[in-house]
T-cell receptor, first 113, second 112 residues
């Protein structure tokens, strides 16, 4: 069992839909991350939030919009996605001043039709 | 550029020892991590190396040579539950405190 939860676990959406992914960490960490994991590709860092401030945007298309209302919650808002955006979206958290080992949630498996 | 290489797949027998290699070329180096990921599940942290040498943790050990840009994960007394993908990740010093560069992962199959 990890201290990072994600909902939903599975999501199917059309290209015109708007949906949101939610992540919550129960570890008292101060940094949160969104990653994209596609088949046969390395994990790709999308966004980093440190103390609720976005510190990294890894050239992610604007159809992905992150939100971090507090240090425990992270959202990824999705709109007008493309089929190539189908992937596993992983959330992670870490404590910046304590080794920064990242702990991952179970992910949301997204399919864009 | 930043690059991490590890074998795509490996197969080993229950009870055996397997070594999964990882080589990296990054703009800086501030630690190397190994994660285990079972199909459909979250990656889970296994080990962290920042200095040269061997870190042992039960059946798993991880080795680092910074001068060679090389690490390996050693799994002893293999069990069926060790069948999973093993991800190597490097935190480069130069590209931001929080950024990890991941390899594509090594899928390990443990056979009875």
């Amino acid at each position: 069992e990890t201290g990072v939860t994600q909902t939903p676990r599975h999501l199917v959406m059309g290209m015109t839909n708007k949906k949101s992914l939610k992540c919550e960490q129960h570890l008292g960490h101060n940094a949160m991350y969104w990653y994209k994991q596609s088949a046969k590709k390395p994990l790709e860092l999308m966004f980093v939030y440190n103390f609720k401030e976005q510190t990294e945007n890894n050239s992610v298309p604007s159809r992905f919009s992150p939100e971090c209302p507090n240090s425990s919650h992270l959202f990824l808002h999705l709109h007008t996605l493309q089929p190539e955006d189908s992937a596993l979206y992983l959330c992670a958290s870490s404590q910046v001043d304590r080794g920064e080992t990242q702990y991952f949630g179970p992910g949301t498996r997204l399919l864009v039709l | 550029g930043q690059n991490i290489d590890q074998p795509t797949e490996m197969t080993a027998t229950e009870g055996a020892i397997v070594q999964i290699n990882c080589t990296y070329q990054t703009s800086g180096f501030n630690g190397l991590f190994w994660y285990q990921q079972h199909a459909g599940e979250a990656p889970t942290f296994l080990s962290y190396n920042v200095l040269d040498g061997l870190e042992e943790k039960g059946r798993f050990s991880s080795f680092l040579s910074r001068s060679k840009g090389y690490s390996y994960l050693l799994l002893k007394e293999l069990q069926m539950k060790d069948s999973a993908s093993y991800l190597c990740a490097v935190r480069p010093l130069a590209s931001g405190t929080y950024k990890y560069i991941f390899g594509t992962g090594t899928r390990l199959k443990v056979l009875a």
